[in-house]
């Protein structure tokens, strides 16, 4: 049977998904300093032409490479709560996923660490980043009310800053998973938002005035 022909958008977004790839690996290989447009075209088989028939330049590779991602995991993780009946099986269903994750947890990090030190030194990059950095939180603020609610608990602060709150420990954790792989497991973030949420739950239980639970 001979091979369906690709259409060419199908053509120009293969090339652009390997040119992505490529970069993803060669950012956290080398850093994004370090890497040359010339490297990515030449890592993924292409021409430096080819880069800049769908790249304008090595942050429009550093954006996409963050939407993606995050994108990515934000929808992986909304799947995971879709048909979750407790918090039980929320926790269930995200262990399972850390530990799924924690096999590329290294080169992710890596590779996000480099383009927080690129963005840093370019303003409009770092505010492109600091809006996928939003969008992250507000999932997280999102769950965060939704699981208090459950409990008919009221937020002992700013659901934003909650998330906040959670965001910053997940970073902390994961830099410090890769440097002590031996004593904190790929579920470490898991365990630390567990306990955070029961705190909290127990803290709006004990500062709201006698009213029925939920359960």
């Given at each position: ?11 120009r977004r293969q090339t652009r998904d390997r040119l992505l790839e490529a970069a993803a690996e060669l950012f956290a290989e080398r850093g994004v300093n370090g ?181």
């Amino acid at each position: 049977m001979t091979p369906k022909r690709m259409t060419r958008e199908e053509s120009r977004r293969q090339t652009r998904d390997r040119l992505l790839e490529a970069a993803a690996e060669l950012f956290a290989e080398r850093g994004v300093n370090g890497t040359s447009v010339e490297q990515i075209a030449e890592r993924a088989g292409y021409s430096r032409g080819a880069f800049y028939g769908n790249f304008e330049d090595k942050d429009e590779v550093v954006l996409e490479l963050l939407d993606r991602r995050t994108r990515s995991e934000l929808r992986e993780v909304r799947e995971l709560g879709r048909d979750a009946e407790s918090f039980a099986d929320v926790l269930q269903g995200l262990r399972a996923w850390h530990r799924a994750r924690g096999r590329h947890a290294a080169d992710w990090l890596a590779l996000r660490l480099e383009l927080f030190l690129h963005a840093r030194r370019n303003p409009e990059l770092r505010q492109r980043l600091a809006e996928r950095e939003l969008l992250a939180r507000g999932a997280i603020a999102g769950g965060i009310e939704q699981e208090l609610g459950r409990h008919d608990a009221t937020p002992p602060a700013d659901p934003a800053f909650l998330a906040l709150i959670v965001h910053a420990l997940e970073d902390g954790l994961l830099i410090q998973r890769q440097l002590c792989p031996d004593e904190i497991g790929d579920e470490v973030v898991v365990d630390a938002v567990e306990l955070l949420l029961r705190s909290w739950t127990a803290l709006a239980a004990d500062d709201a005035p006698d009213r029925p639970s939920r359960g």
